[in-house]
């Protein structure tokens, strides 16, 4: 079965189907505010368990979902969690056009989008050391796989799933599962889908075409892989995408496809789980 065929066969899935077949890999939520308090709850949750036992907190982050951050810090302040054991890895970082990354005060800057809506809310006292606050950029990315390595690798992966299939901007290229920190150039499904969503008034000439991320063997390498994939706005375009990565063929051409055989769920809501109108 040829991929094209693959596809027509999963979207005629129901959840109810998909749920069966997962065997606990699906997890369906109501809506996306469910899947935000369901991933904030799961990072705050981590962190208070390893401040308990003494042991730091390893974790691969998002920017994209971002829904998560602001339950999270409010789970933060009201419960006062420290996040001075923690590590943070932000999954990746647009650039210029000469492959660094965008200054924090750029509207498309992951990183001052944290700074804004998650660093900044944080009671002082409770904040994470910046130096243990690491984002992707084009004078860190060749030292980011022996950091990771160093701390003993990541203990939970968290992040969301791109239109075909990448995970951080791991796109679709042979050997990809073995991909380490780099400079990437974005595709034009990349581009497009982030344009749609990102209030730019669809400008795909000036939209970010390079980005610096993590590698797939750090993110397949964590002790634990957590999946949130939605469509978030109108449009139905992540209801494919869910299904080949639960039960596609694994191959390079949708690199999400490589987690399995390792320790994942994906989380989705109903919108994302249903069936598109039409199967073409």
């Not at 699906?26 to 505010?33: E, F, S, V």
């Not at 969301?160 to 796109?171: L, P, Q, R, S, T």
Request: hydrophobic share 40%; aromatic share 8%; proline share 6%.
């Amino acid at each position: 079965m040829n991929r094209a065929e693959e596809i027509r066969k999963l979207l005629h899935m129901t959840p109810a189907q998909m749920k069966r077949k997962a065997r606990g890999r699906l997890l369906i939520l109501k809506d996306t505010d469910a899947m935000h308090l369901h991933c904030a709850n799961s990072i705050a949750d981590q962190i208070i368990a390893n401040n308990k036992r003494g042991k730091p907190t390893v974790l691969i982050l998002p920017v994209g979902p971002v829904g998560q951050y602001p339950f999270l810090v409010k789970r933060i302040n009201k419960e006062n969690i420290s996040l001075k054991d923690c590590h943070f890895f932000y999954m990746d970082e647009n650039c210029d056009d000469n492959g660094h990354v965008l200054p924090p005060s750029h509207p498309l800057s992951f990183r001052g989008e944290m700074e804004r809506d998650f660093f900044r809310h944080i009671k002082k006292g409770l904040m994470i050391p910046k130096d243990q606050l690491v984002f992707p950029d084009h004078k860190n990315v060749q030292t980011l796989a022996k950091r990771i390595d160093d701390l003993g690798g990541i203990q939970t992966c968290y992040g969301g799933i791109g239109i075909h299939g990448h995970v951080a901007f791991n796109e679709p290229e042979p050997n990809v599962e073995k991909s380490e920190p780099r400079l990437v150039y974005l595709n034009d499904f990349t581009t497009t889908i982030n344009a749609i969503r990102a209030h730019v008034g669809g400008n795909l000439i000036n939209f970010p075409r390079k980005a610096v991320t993590l590698g797939m063997r750090q993110i397949l390498g964590a002790k634990k892989i957590q999946l949130y994939c939605r469509n978030g706005i109108a449009l139905d375009w992540a209801n494919s995408v869910l299904r080949i990565a639960l039960f596609g063929a694994t191959d390079w051409d949708y690199p999400v496809t490589f987690i399995r055989g390792k320790n994942y769920q994906i989380v989705t809501d109903r919108d994302t789980a249903k069936q598109p109108k039409y199967i073409v």
